[in-house]
């Protein structure tokens, strides 16, 4: 049980190419997938460049081309998405430019290609890693603050296959999320520099667990002369959510009438329900931004058209004032206020009486609009 980065380093160390292509097993290389992996590469050694990835549908094997995985993105509790802003402006794009490299923040750590003599140089992957899991934000921050960059090249196409069932096989006395939340406190301890409180603040279970030795890997970031977590997110992630950290402003949004907290769980529909607090945050964290936007790492409450629903949208990424229907005041006695419909949010029954949702009622000041955002953890973000 050597784990997937240690299985990668003895394979890189016996391959002879000049050009390393690291691929999951679960994939399918469509025509002509190579060459322009090769391409950039040849034009500039220190460009680490991946497929753009298709999707495969994991019950049906259906194979689907994919725009929205041109440009990988990812959130403040380590997990990764894409950019789909970038893809509705990319369909917009002329042919010609469809075709160009798109130069993202990160990669998908199961296909990509890099120069073997620069993977090397920079230290290969950390051989610290357990399982699987944080390899993609390891190779990603490395290849940026080390003099590299990253682009997907949409010439370039494979198939992934997406929906999978879970993951099976034995990890020991901890599970693949355990393993990989430790693999990323390895990558927030030598990579984020100050930043890693924002993943800590989301995960503050983890400041009590181990992690490993990474002197090594802190003595191989100075002897590169690497640059540091904040020119990352000027250059390579400029768009990035940095959160104002304002106690009082962040944590779980817990329903005083119903003694429940916001949760997406049910992203897929893009609506927020009511769940028992757990104080693990994960998917029960949200912010009150200094914008007035209530949000978790990548997107944002919004009132709908109707006046009554709210949903999870993409969050409106400008400095100037996002518009109302995103923004939220809470008020004197804890109701939050949306600016664009007048109304408060309130929690609504289900016809699961277990469950709970959100809606927008006319502001009565009634115990199911009252909320209160909880965080216990503070004591504990100390560094």
């Known amino acids: 049980r050597e784990g997937l980065v240690r299985s990668r380093i003895r394979a890189a160390d016996i391959a002879s190419g000049d050009v390393l292509t690291f691929l999951d097993s679960h994939v399918e290389c469509n025509t002509g997938w190579l060459e322009p992996l090769v391409d950039r590469i040849v034009r500039d050694r220190k460009t680490v460049v991946s497929p753009a990835i298709d999707w495969i549908h994991g019950s049906t094997f259906r194979y689907d081309h994919a725009i929205d995985t041109l440009r990988v993105t990812w959130g403040w509790s380590l997990g990764f998405g894409f950019d789909h802003e970038h893809a509705l402006r ?4 002329p042919p010609d430019d469809q075709v160009k490299p798109v130069r993202t923040p990160m990669l998908l750590g199961g296909l990509f290609a890099i120069d073997r003599k620069f993977f090397n140089e920079i230290g290969k992957y950390d051989p610290g890693f357990e399982y699987w899991g944080g390899e993609h934000f390891e190779i990603s921050f490395k290849a940026w603050m080390c003099g590299g960059s990253i682009e997907i090249l949409p010439c370039s196409r494979v198939g992934h296959v997406w929906g999978r ?15 990989a939340q430790r693999n990323n406190m390895r990558v927030a301890e030598v990579w984020m520099d100050n930043y890693k409180i924002h993943f800590y603040m989301r995960r503050p279970h983890l400041l009590k667990r181990g992690f490993g030795d990474i ?18 997110l000027d250059n390579a992630y400029p768009e990035l959510y940095i959160p104002d950290a304002v106690p009082g402003r962040y944590g779980q949004v817990r329903n005083n009438g119903t003694n429940t907290c916001m949760d997406w769980m049910t992203r897929e529909q893009k609506e927020l329900k009511l769940y028992p607090c757990h104080h693990q945050l994960g998917t029960q964290f949200f912010e009150l931004t200094h914008q007035n936007q209530l949000r978790d790492d990548m997107s944002c409450l919004e009132s709908r058209d109707n006046g009554t629903d709210v949903m999870l949208v993409w969050c409106w990424r400008s400095e100037n004032e996002p518009p109302p229907t995103q923004q939220w005041s809470l008020q004197k006695g804890g109701f939050l206020y949306n600016v664009a419909t007048k109304k408060c949010l309130q929690a609504v029954p289900t016809e699961t009486e277990a469950v709970w949702k959100v809606a927008l009622f006319p502001c009565d000041r009634s115990s199911f609009q009252k909320w209160t955002i909880e965080y216990i953890w503070n004591k504990d973000l100390v560094f």
């Open 90 to 93: 990319w369909v917009q794009l």
């Open 165 to 179: 069932p879970g993951k099976t096989y034995r990890t020991g006395n901890m599970t693949v999320e355990q393993w």
């Open 215 to 232: 002197s090594e890997r802190r003595t191989l970031r100075e002897r590169l002369q690497c640059k540091d977590f904040r020119w990352y």
